[in-house]
């Protein structure tokens, strides 16, 4: 399931959300939510991670079939200081929240939260969703889960960086419509850890009424823990045949007792950020098998095919990591997949290069075993 080998799949369409905008430099880590006929994406830019100009930008398109076409991205929550990983969900009341990482180092980010009761038109003056947070508090990449008894999960980490970096998944836990949040943490076993540990989970409610995450992880492979008191408690996080880059990736319940991933698959801390593949479990995340090629880093986008990729890079992924971001080119990445399910189809946002934000749209029916 590795490197140059796999080719786009046949059926899924892919076209720009926006691409190189004169507003930004680079663009990365979007978070996409389907509201009512519409689609809404986000995604933070500017000039690099950490850089004082970075701003959330919002783009919507339609659902019908005259909605294809993505309007021009507008920066939202427009505050003078660096932004990151924003996280579209629609709350408990039906309102659509804005979870946004705000400051210059990813170890004292705070988390911010603002609220749309018009689709994402207009939005609350953002507040912390924590008072005094720092190191950031509630989501960090993919969206809290609404369970059935009106508590909302929110997946979150924190980073503390240096000589001897260390990295601590956790799940913050409402029972008031995000009014307030008790964190729970998932348990490392940090004696079989060769890296700094795992972040950024991702939640989904499973067929045996527990609760699950996927992490992020600088192992080689995600892990994988589960809470079977509503998000209270979580166990230890385990391997799981599921390769990681150490970079983000996203999980969406298939609603017949079926898991997507969306994700690279390399297993390399800090490796290649392409291909980018859907994997699917039929027993809640322990074991996995490939589906789809989303991303091949060769095949030219649909809606701008003279658009050409960069070459992908030769070895490695290119990064170099540090509390203030991650520096790169952004040449041959393809990562930080969001997704959200509609009646037929999964609609995956991914960077592009850095140089701006692609939505494919991959039919329900290609996720099936063949």
């Known amino acids: 399931m590795t490197g140059t080998a796999l080719a786009v799949t046949a059926g899924v369409r892919r076209s720009f959300v926006a691409v190189d905008h004169p507003g930004w430099v680079q663009a990365h880590a979007s978070s996409v939510l389907v509201v009512g006929d519409e689609v809404l994406v986000a995604w933070f830019a500017g000039t690099r991670e950490g850089s004082d100009d970075n701003r959330v930008w919002l783009a919507r398109r339609g659902r019908g079939p005259d909605g294809r076409a993505w309007h021009e991205p507008e920066i939202v929550l427009p505050a003078p200081v660096a932004h990151w990983n924003p996280v579209l969900a629609t709350g408990p009341d039906g309102a659509v929240r804005l979870f946004v990482r705000r400051g210059p180092r990813i170890s004292t980010w705070s988390t911010w939260v603002s609220r749309s009761v018009d689709a994402g038109r207009t939005w609350s003056v953002a507040v912390e969703l924590v008072p005094g947070d720092v190191g ?162 060769r095949t030219a986008v649909d809606d701008r095919p003279g658009l050409t990729p960069s070459s992908p890079l030769p070895t490695g992924g290119g990064f170099a990591p540090a509390d203030d971001g991650v520096m790169t080119s952004g040449v041959g990445e393809y990562s930080y997949p969001a997704a959200a399910l509609t009646q037929d189809a999964l609609l995956v946002t991914y960077t592009w290069q850095r140089r701006g934000i692609v939505e494919a749209h991959v039919p329900v029916d290609l996720l099936r075993a063949r």
């Open 136 to 297: 950031g508090r509630g989501p960090v990449k993919n969206p809290p889960l609404l369970l059935p008894d009106g508590a909302w999960l929110a997946p979150g980490s924190t980073e503390a960086w240096g000589e001897d970096p260390r990295w601590s998944p956790f799940v913050d836990r409402s029972v008031d419509g995000g009014a307030t949040w008790q964190a729970a943490p998932i348990p490392l076993d940090r004696s079989r850890l060769r890296g700094a540990g795992a972040i950024q989970p991702a939640l989904w409610e499973g067929r045996d009424g527990a609760v699950h995450a996927l992490l992020r992880s600088t192992e080689g492979h995600a892990l994988r823990s589960s809470s079977s008191d509503a998000g209270r408690t979580w166990s230890v996080a385990e391997p799981v045949d599921l390769p990681n880059n150490n970079s983000g990736l996203t999980v969406v319940a298939l609603g017949d007792g079926r898991v997507a991933c969306v994700h690279n698959p390399v297993s390399a801390d800090w490796g290649a950020r392409c291909p980018l593949v859907v994997s699917v479990s039929e027993d809640d995340g322990a074991t996995w098998r490939y589906a789809v090629t989303v991303e091949d880093g």
